[in-house]
């Protein structure tokens, strides 16, 4: 079974620009949920989906949005980037959410804005 | 405070010694998750505990509710099991919270 898929792996935006990351959770998964990691704010929770519907939203600025596909796949999007959005982006899919089965993550999207 | 605290943030231990790592949080949960980080490495989840006690091989995770703690004990570590290990908290408007990590390091 094909684990957790996120493209690109490696992204260097400019501050201004705006980027979509991609998430293709493991077949079978309806719940795919988003985070931000960096070594001064650790691991941070943006948002999760499950059946196309978002579930609940993190500590995050409006520029932080995202959606889910009837696939189940996911995409999230940062706007207006800032430096401080540089970071490693986590998606981890489950089958019916992290509060009843276990999260399975992708290898994480490395964002870097100069 | 933090809503999710571990201790201690560095251990260094060696091979062959029993480990612990605490999670402390101060919402009420409906689920606990316990995370591993290699260098460089992805995440891989180890365990997801609502109440008492999981084992699977040589990692067994605890969970005491009205405590509002968990812990993640190794047995037997070995170098492999160097990384550093997250908890998460799943609570109040269904967000995960998680702690800061801590980092383990498993000498031969």
């Known amino acids: 079974k094909a684990g957790v898929t996120q493209t690109p792996r490696y992204l260097i935006k400019t501050r201004g620009q705006q980027v979509t990351l991609s998430c293709s959770p493991i077949?079978?998964?309806?719940?795919v949920s988003w985070y931000q990691q960096t070594p001064g704010q650790g691991l941070q929770f943006l948002f999760e989906y499950f059946s196309e519907t978002q579930r609940n939203k993190g500590n995050f600025p409006g520029r932080f949005s995202g959606r889910q596909f009837s696939n189940s796949r996911s995409e999230m999007n940062v706007s207006t980037l800032e430096l401080g959005d540089s970071a490693l982006y986590l998606c981890?899919?489950?089958?019916?959410?992290?509060?009843?089965?276990?999260?399975?993550f992708g290898n994480g999207t490395r964002l870097t804005v100069t | 405070k933090n809503e999710v605290e571990q201790s201690p943030q560095n251990l260094t231990a060696q091979e062959g010694e029993f480990i612990t790592i605490n999670c402390s949080y101060s919402?009420?949960?409906?689920?606990l998750h316990w995370l591993q980080q290699h260098p460089g490495g992805g995440i891989v989840s180890l365990f997801m505990?609502?109440?008492g006690k999981k084992k699977h091989g040589r990692l067994i995770a605890t969970i005491n509710i009205q405590e509002k703690h968990s812990s993640l004990h190794i047995t037997a570590s070995h170098p492999r099991d160097s990384a550093v290990y997250i908890c998460g908290a799943k609570g109040g408007a269904q967000k995960l919270v998680f702690g800061q990590g801590t980092r383990l390091t498993i000498n031969p």
């Open positions: 981890a899919s489950s089958l019916a959410g992290g509060d009843r089965s276990p999260l399975h």
């Open positions: 919402v009420g949960i409906s689920a």
């Open positions: 077949s079978g998964h309806r719940s």
């Open positions: 505990l609502s109440s």
